[in-house]
């Protein structure tokens, strides 16, 4: 598939506008609609990749293919985050973090909130930062 301007273009509106956003929300207080933008240009690209005539593509190579991907980068981040906690951090605090990569290894660090007393928006230090579905 080749790549679009138009769409590298709204991808970097949305880096931006998320980027302002962190650096500077009270100057740039919807700049965190830039995620929504990812969110959209993600299906759009995603629904064009598993609808192409040309190729019957499984789902599950699909889902592979994307894990293969993803998952490397994911866990020497999640490591390196855990290494430096570990040598930065108190024992108590570098605990919540261990527990915390231990889902966000799986993917499931959104289902942690049902399992501690921790209410969701409360959570702001994550080793994962994604969209919540």
Aim: proline share 5%.
């Amino acid at each position: 598939m080749n790549k679009r301007d138009d769409i590298q273009w709204l991808r970097a509106a949305a880096i931006f506008s998320v980027l302002l956003f962190h650096i500077w929300p009270k100057y740039f207080p919807y700049g965190y609609l830039g995620v929504d933008i990812f969110f959209v240009i993600s299906g759009y690209l995603m629904t064009k990749i598993l609808c192409k005539p040309s190729t019957n593509p499984k789902l599950l190579d699909f889902y592979l293919r994307r894990i293969k991907r993803i998952f490397p980068t994911c866990l020497f981040v999640i490591t390196l985050t855990l290494f430096i906690g570990f040598n930065l951090l108190l024992y108590t605090h570098f605990w919540g973090m261990l527990i915390e990569g231990i889902w966000s290894i799986f993917f499931v660090n959104n289902l942690s909130p049902f399992f501690s007393a921790k209410h969701y928006f409360d959570m702001v230090t994550k080793l994962i930062l994604k969209l919540k579905i």
